[in-house]
């Protein structure tokens, strides 16, 4: 292995380069205004169109202009516009919604607690966490488990639990009670020799090792994505899970599966954790949720969570944590109708079907000189390009095929040189193929 440089200098020196060089070309070029959509394509203020092959960022499940969530917006607009969840209050959406998460949870949750961004939940949920340990009696048991290269968001709570140094440099960011272990991403971090299960049986000793070393009683929860996104689509070596979760279990540490770009079918199932059996104690769940056509985040807390936090709050007599927006009722009507769309049309089987299609025809370009690795599962998928020259800056060769593909009207996403494809959940199998006919004339005016 150690096909790439996996010292943290490394990556950090790769992470800036790249965020550099992606605020360098934005300056020298200007941004590229979008004035509609339709299915899974949108057009420019030039007419140009694309296909869509992010879904937005990795959000927009049932495509852009879609009338059953503009008439469920509309309608509850009508109805009433907004109201609040504070001092007793709700409404029939929130309620609705709320059940009907908890009915499709894949592990037995209690509670549903909702928020205007995943950023904003992730730092709501450790919030909790802490608030959870104190209730307990155990007000050492504060820190909290991420991972190299994850990503959970930008605000203090959660840019601290990211991994990507770009976003933590000059923010003073960690927070002393977030710590990060091994990235899971066997193409780059795993050793000579090494196969995936000895890989994950050492991301599994590497969070032990952490864990012994900060003091078990002093670790509260890990925090993941069940595939990571933003970081690379980093897919888990094979008995990941199952060997981190042993870990935790040993150490009575709580798991948050961070779903925000998993779930509602983007895996080809409806939950990241159900195609990696993973049972957490948090499920953060946004992006698809409404295929953002509103902000809407939700989370979902199980009774070991929850039932410390409700004991604390009677002691106190309240609990001080809230949002003005938080459970907005034409967001909850906007993923009511959202996830019904979804079901309706059958688009998680969907994305699993079509999604062999993409993932086997990017596979295609696993020996072509430019490519270093393809991967991914469902209908999210990454193809990470080698440098030009061992001199070459990260991220260099990546944004340079982010503007081939834009120039023949398709939008991917380079995450250093990472290309990202996780197009929209209704994309169809003709659509497909357009999108690898597209990246195979990329890759081959890359190598031009």
């Known amino acids: 292995?150690?096909?790439?440089?996996?010292?943290?200098?490394?990556?950090?020196?790769?992470?800036?380069?790249?965020?550099?060089?992606?605020?360098?070309?934005?300056?020298?070029?200007?941004?590229?205004?979008?004035?509609?959509?339709?299915?899974?394509?949108?057009?420019?203020?030039?007419?140009?169109?694309?296909?869509?092959?992010m879904a937005g960022l990795w959000s927009v499940a049932v495509g852009f202009s879609e009338q059953r969530l503009i008439d469920a917006a509309t309608q509850q607009m009508q109805a009433l516009p907004f109201y609040h969840n504070f001092?007793?209050?709700?409404?029939?959406?929130?309620?609705?919604?709320?059940?009907?998460?908890?009915?499709?949870?894949?592990?037995?949750?209690?509670?549903?607690?909702?928020?205007?961004?995943?950023?904003?939940?992730?730092d709501t949920i450790m919030k909790l966490i802490w608030y959870r340990s104190n209730a307990m009696g155990k007000p050492e048991k504060k820190k909290i488990i991420s991972r190299e290269r994850a990503y959970h968001g930008v605000t203090v709570g959660a840019g601290s639990l990211s991994g990507l140094s770009y976003m933590q440099q000059s923010f003073d960011l960690p927070i002393p009670q977030v710590l990060h272990t091994t990235c899971p991403h066997y193409w780059k971090e795993g050793c000579d020799g090494e196969t995936e299960e000895e890989f994950a049986s050492r991301c599994a000793q590497d969070l032990d090792d952490l864990i012994q070393a900060e003091g078990p009683d002093t670790v509260a929860a890990f925090y993941s994505e069940p595939l990571m996104g933003a970081g690379g689509v980093i897919v888990p070596p094979k008995t990941y899970w199952e060997k981190i979760q042993a870990v935790l279990n040993k150490y009575d540490i709580l798991l948050v599966a961070d779903e925000i770009i998993c779930?509602?079918?983007?895996?080809?199932?409806?939950?990241?954790?159900?195609?990696?059996?993973?049972?957490?104690d948090v499920m953060v769940m946004s992006k698809q949720l409404t295929s953002s056509y509103i902000p809407f985040t939700a989370f979902m807390i199980n009774d070991r969570v929850y039932e410390p936090i409700a004991e604390e709050s009677g002691r106190i007599g309240v609990l001080g944590h809230g949002l003005t927006g938080g459970g907005h009722p034409?967001?909850?009507?906007?993923?009511?109708?959202?996830?019904?769309?979804i079901g309706e049309r059958g688009l998680v089987a969907h994305a699993a079907d079509v999604g062999q299609e993409l993932q086997q025809g990017l596979r295609k370009f696993a020996d072509h000189d430019q490519v270093g690795e393809v991967r991914g599962v469902g209908l999210i998928a990454a193809?990470?390009?080698?440098?030009?020259?061992?001199?070459?800056?990260?991220?260099?060769?990546?944004?340079?095929?982010?503007?081939?593909?834009?120039?023949k009207g398709l939008i991917s996403r380079n995450m250093v040189d990472s290309m990202a494809f996780c197009p929209p959940l209704i994309i169809e199998k003709p659509q497909i193929a357009d999108i690898l006919s597209i990246v195979e004339q990329g890759l081959d005016d890359l190598a031009a």
């Open 330 to 341: 034409v967001g909850a009507a906007v993923a009511l109708e959202n996830l019904k769309i």
């Open 87 to 122: 001092t007793h209050k709700s409404h029939g959406p929130a309620i609705d919604l709320a059940e009907r998460l908890i009915g499709m949870a894949p592990v037995p949750m209690s509670k549903v607690h909702y928020t205007n961004s995943g950023s904003e939940a992730n």
């Open 383 to 407: 193809m990470e390009l080698l440098p030009e020259t061992p001199d070459s800056p990260a991220g260099a060769i990546g944004a340079k095929m982010n503007a081939i593909l834009a120039e």
């Open 263 to 280: 779930a509602f079918g983007r895996t080809g199932k409806m939950f990241g954790c159900e195609t990696f059996d993973i049972q957490p």
């Open 1 to 53: 292995m150690n096909i790439m440089p996996n010292s943290q200098e490394a990556r950090d020196i790769a992470y800036h380069m790249h965020a550099y060089t992606n605020a360098a070309r934005h300056a020298e070029v200007g941004p590229t205004v979008m004035t509609s959509g339709e299915g899974i394509y949108v057009k420019d203020n030039t007419g140009k169109r694309y296909i869509e092959a």
